[in-house]
């Protein structure tokens, strides 16, 4: 499989990632002279940042980081490539000067530590090779500072009796907001909506198969809703109210991103 990453740093290189869900800071964060991970939070403290690409959300702490990744680099012992969701200039700045690849815009707890993984830093993309993707679109339609959800019924291949926004695979080249809104027409019959957001895709896990969640916020004029053969149900909630119903993987996320963007 492969996503589209905003490329920070030019370059290429493969290996094994090593998956922080934490922001960390190269400062403190990593034996300066051992490249041997440090901070507790990330999950890795003992291993090695060397012959890996190291993937967290963000960078934090001093500038003086940018300095000690190029020195873990020019040692010998630093990552091969740096994958983040938000790159900001202190990992950045490091990244440049230690000449290795580095992208951002990736949705980063959608990796496991141990993937194998393609960074290409110089076109902006990541690449799974081992894992199948699958290309889906996730619309979330808000009227008046509700959303809308959905319950799957029992004719849908997947998750069936969750409640989910409206969503579809995408087909071949097509473009994702073509597709979100045609599925949003067919799923609900709401023909007038209005594009407030688009957000990077949020990756879905199942073992080796992942589905790349495109998601998309619209607004509508009305509550109105015709639901065709794939939900049972609907309901117009405030987003707060999402953590009472049984969802699919990751919805929460996808309502996060487009609300807050």
């Known amino acids: 499989m492969k996503i589209e990453a905003r490329p920070i740093s030019p370059g290429r290189a493969e290996a094994k990632v090593l998956v922080s869900n934490a922001p960390f800071s190269f400062v403190g964060g990593a034996d300066s002279s051992s490249g041997v991970v440090l901070d507790e939070s990330t999950g890795h403290a003992g291993e090695s940042l060397r012959d890996h690409v190291f993937a967290f959300p963000r960078g934090k702490g001093s500038t003086v980081g940018s300095y000690v990744l190029y020195g873990l680099v020019k040692k010998g012992v630093g990552p091969s490539a740096i994958v983040n969701a938000r ?43 081992d894992l199948e993707a699958r290309y889906v679109v996730t619309t979330v339609l808000r009227n008046r500072g509700r959303i809308l ?53 949020i990756l879905v896990r199942q073992d080796s198969l992942v589905y790349v969640v495109h998601p998309f916020l619209f607004d509508v004029s009305s509550r109105r809703v015709r639901l065709d053969w794939e939900n049972v149900a609907h309901r117009w909630i405030r987003p707060k109210e999402l953590g009472r119903y049984k969802t699919v993987p990751r919805l929460a996320d996808v309502v996060t991103s487009v609300l807050s963007s």
């Open 87 to 129: 790159a900001e200039a202190i990992v950045a700045t490091g990244a440049i000067l230690a000449e290795i690849p580095m992208v951002d815009r990736v949705d980063v707890k959608g990796l496991q530590t141990g993937d194998r993984v393609i960074v290409d830093g110089s076109r902006g993309f990541l690449e799974l090779p």
């Open 149 to 201: 959800i959905v319950r799957r019924s029992k004719a849908v291949g997947t998750f069936q009796g969750r409640w989910s926004a409206i969503s579809g695979y995408i087909e071949d080249r097509e473009r994702p907001e073509r597709r979100a809104r045609q599925e949003v027409r067919e799923e609900t019959g709401i023909r007038s909506a209005v594009l407030r957001a688009s957000r990077p895709p």
